[in-house]
């Protein structure tokens, strides 16, 4: 880990899925920078599982920081723009065979905390995000890069015309979001039972 001053970096890489992963290690702090949201596309529906990873990894006494993303249906109507720039990419993930990002709003994540063992809330806040222009960019890049994928070609083609007439919509674009911070401090003595009940 690095610290402040001349510190190590030691960066480890793996796969969450893979339970060997950081096994035995505990920190302080552990930090969750919109991670949950990026697990449905690489270890589809294990958000708790990936939740319960982070949960051992901090040592009693310590905290876990998650940021997260409020999802964008529970924010916007179908019809707004946000949502059709969200819609096609994950239509065209769908049907290229590929998963897509799935977001985890914060009263799930509050829900799980209040059932892990030794965990408790010590704070947590919305605030609001701007998106605009950048964020509609490479929202139709992303559906573009899965249009490309799609195996029969009049709907690969299809996709990649809608993507093209929103790209004149992306240049106004702009909506605020909501983000979160949820800080959850382990007990000092930590319970010797699993982290969810």
Known sequence: MAGFGAGVVNVILGNWNDET?????????VVADFLLGAVEQF?????DAMLSRLLELVKPGG?????????????????????????????AALL???????????????????????????SSKQFPSSLGRTYAESQL????????RIKEPKLREAFKSVAVSLRSESETFSVSSKNY???????????SRRNFR
């Open 141 to 148: 890049d992303f559906a573009l890069k899965q249009a490309a």
């Open 181 to 191: 911070a949820v800080v959850a401090r382990r007990a000092e003595e930590a319970s």
């Open 21 to 29: 992963l950081l096994a035995n290690r505990q920190y302080d702090v």
């Open 96 to 122: 290229a065979g590929k998963g897509s990002y799935r977001e985890m709003p914060q009263s799930w994540v509050m829900r799980q905390l209040d059932k892990a063992d030794g965990f408790h809330v010590v």
């Open 63 to 91: 905290y876990l920081l998650l940021v997260g993303l409020e999802p964008y249906e529970l924010l916007f109507s179908p019809t707004d723009m946000v949502r059709r720039f969200e819609a096609l990419g994950d239509a």
């Open 43 to 47: 270890w589809p529906y294990a958000q």
